[in-house]
């Protein structure tokens, strides 16, 4: 049996033993699926990934373990009958809740919404395995699979330390120096903050929107002429929104994460990770243009993107599990110094049209976080169209509040250009 202990960044992600935090990541088909093609897939998946072979070992609860298990049961399907077209956001945010603790219960579901020539099909995953790559990873395979039964998928295996991606030439003792140094100071700065039992304990909610395919190629063709990335765009947008609709209560930043397989081409772009270096982004007081602001967003990623380096994070990351748990409990209580988390996943490589159905949409992942601060946008693009989900806590940011965020931004967007 494989094993290896969670990395500092799947830990805050696993959060604890009692509390699930889900990514949930819909499609929807139209045309005739047969169950046993699902199952086969589902059969093929597992045995290439080792995390969906995996279970989470907490013998010893300050340092869980994964452990690939070869005679782990099949990860489960879940059929429940459509009756809506919001069927998948009902169960999405139930499937946000569900636990994943059983022995011998993979770290994945599948459910599948049946209608009779309409269906959706939503994988339920753990955030401690997976990215938001993984998850789109995992749904194209489905869908080939279901459309090619017969193909066959290369499995890989489970990396065993951070340091398989340590560069050569890593000076292992002069870092960790360092990192004994930053260890103290996090222990330090957690010995000053005094503790908080503030929760969010209102209801966690998603708001799902598309914008349709003119808007979304106006948006594009605009971002190419003013020679800014349509992600600097949202960027600014939102914080603006967040601007004009909270006031001063406004953070005036936004986090966002950054693909890591860009930086460690080790990690292959179909294989399952959960770590997403992350760049903080900051709206300028006193400029109101949106272009020249994009323009400068763009600038200021495409720097710390530049001076990021992937590999240290992670290793530098494992030096700090003695913090972890405070770590988590400040994410529980404080509100944080942004407004939003915001990941554009970007446009999806996946096809819309099989042998046998049609992919007719895809829905942007949403998760729950349970943070005190748990604004999240999730932005996608298929078939032309923009795609978005965003998720917050009615505590901390109503939802009212939310869509009139959410409707400003568009406005701004879509004006701007």
Known sequence: MIERKL???????????????????AAKISGEIAEEHLRNALNKIQQKHPLLR???????????????????????????????????????EREWYRPFKAD??????????KGNSVSELLWVLPHCICDGTSIVTLMRELLHLLDNPDKELEPYQLFESVHEFLPQGFELQK???????????????FFLQRKSRKRNL?????????????????????????????????????????????????????ISPVNIRHFIP??????????????????????????????????????????????????????MHPVVERMISMLKSSPGGHDVTLSNIGKLQIPN????????????????????????????????QMDFTFMSNEDFLPKEEAIKIKDKAIAIMTLSL
């Open 175 to 189: 870092k960790s120096r360092r990192a004994k140094f930053y260890l103290l100071l996090a222990r330090f700065f």
């Open 266 to 319: 080790e990690i292959e772009q179909d294989h399952m990770f959960a770590f997403a270096p992350t760049v903080e982004l900051s709206l300028k007081k006193g400029n109101d243009n949106i272009v020249d602001t994009a323009k400068d967003i763009k600038t200021a990623l495409t720097q710390k993107i530049e001076k990021m380096d992937a590999r240290e994070l992670l290793w530098m990351g494992e030096q």
């Open 7 to 25: 990395m500092m960044v799947e830990r805050i992600m696993y959060v604890d033993a009692e509390t699930p935090l889900n990514c949930v990541f």
């Open 202 to 254: 209102g209801k966690n909610y998603a708001m799902h929107w598309k914008l349709d395919a003119e808007t979304t190629a106006a948006l594009t063709q605009g971002c190419k002429d003013q020679s800014i990335s349509v992600h600097a765009l949202l960027c600014t947008a939102f914080m603006q929104a967040f601007r004009e609709v909270q006031g001063k209560a406004a953070k005036n930043k936004v």
């Open 104 to 113: 011998n219960t993979p770290l994945a579901q599948l459910v599948w919404i």
């Open 54 to 92: 995996s279970v989470i070992s907490i013998e010893d609860a300050k340092q869980p373990r994964f452990a690939v298990k070869e005679d782990m049961e099949s990860i489960p399907l879940h059929i429940v009958q459509r009756q809506t077209d919001m069927d998948w956001l009902t169960a999405s």
């Open 353 to 384: 049209e099989y042998k046998n159905f049609t992919l007719e949409t895809i829905y942007s992942p949403t998760v729950a976080f349970p943070w005190l601060n748990s604004n999240t946008l999730v932005a996608t693009t298929f078939n032309q």
